[in-house]
């Protein structure tokens, strides 16, 4: 699989679906981080920097290092003023073609943040073709929002939650920020994990809201495991080449794994 994680800013991606990446790392997939914004944040308010660049490019090294991204790719939209247009369609679009992307992660429709809802829409628009299409949660912090999300999506990472919270902890300037405000995101993240996991009956989870889910894919999985099985028995040499002959009286086994292919 081809997975593309799409994210406003630095740190969303991370808070929403980090352990998840992991795990399609593990399986041998592709994944590609796209940030929207590549300048520094401000305080809407204040004007006080809140992440200069260099902080920026160091805690996303970090933690898509962690993750084991296989690349990261910054669109030039500004902190604040992601918008939903032309030039942010198209630059996702771009990317999802470049890498031939069969599985995205976004924002979710009903978050409060601008950006987010800006990076939502734009995702929606560019992954028009895309097969999976799921959103993951916004961090863990007070955020009044008109509609509850609706997560009808579980991904177990029980084995990834504390590679999750180190991933969380890269973005020091951000655990920094809330920590001020009164906010311990890591211990939130768990919390949320947690939450999760009481609902999808494992110790912890991350949530999705599945935006849409295309079965085609299901079978290059299948074809996966009629190669294993026909390992097992002998029926596939080392190059992965079915044996047109095997030397055993299971012929018809043999030709039931030909025809999944
Ligand atoms: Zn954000």
């Given at each position: ?17 980090s ?12 994944v590609?981080?796209v940030?929207m ?9 204040s ?7 260099e902080?920026l ?29 032309f ?12 890498y031939?992307?069969?599985?995205v ?11 987010h ?8 628009a ?7 299409v ?12 008109e ?7 579980y ?5 990834y939650?504390?590679?999750?919270l180190?991933?969380?902890k ?24 947690e939450f999760r ?13 599945v935006?849409?889910m ?19 028995l ?17 012929g018809?086994e ?8």
């Amino acid at each position: 699989m081809n997975v593309m994680a799409i994210g406003a800013h630095p740190d969303d991606i991370e808070f929403g679906c980090s352990g998840t990446l992991m795990k399609h790392k593990e399986r041998g997939d592709k994944v590609v981080y796209v940030c929207m914004t590549s300048t520094e944040s401000k305080s809407g308010t204040s004007g006080k920097v809140l992440r200069s660049l260099e902080q920026l490019s160091s805690e996303v090294k970090c933690a898509t290092d962690l993750i084991g991204c296989d690349y990261v790719e910054f669109a030039s939209f500004t902190d604040l003023h992601v918008p939903f247009n032309f030039e942010s369609v198209s630059t996702l679009d771009g990317m999802i073609q470049t890498y031939k992307i069969d599985t995205v992660y976004t924002h979710w429709a009903g978050d409060s943040n601008q950006d987010h809802i800006a990076t939502f829409k734009a995702t929606m628009a560019a992954a028009r073709y895309v097969p999976n299409v799921y959103c993951y949660e916004q961090i863990p912090i007070p955020r009044h929002t008109e509609n509850e999300m609706n997560v009808n999506y579980y991904s177990d990472i029980t084995d990834y939650m504390e590679s999750k919270l180190e991933v969380a902890k890269c973005h020091k300037s951000q655990i920094e920020k809330y920590k001020k405000e009164g906010f311990d995101v890591p211990h939130r993240l768990k919390v949320l994990a947690e939450f999760r996991g009481i609902q999808a009956n494992c110790d912890y989870a991350e949530g999705f809201n599945v935006i849409k889910m295309v079965d085609k894919l299901l079978w290059p999985r299948l074809e996966v495991q009629a190669d294993d099985v026909a390992k097992a028995l002998g029926h596939m040499d080392t190059e992965g080449d079915y044996i047109t002959e095997p030397n055993t009286e299971d012929g018809n086994e043999f030709d039931i794994m030909k025809a999944w292919k």
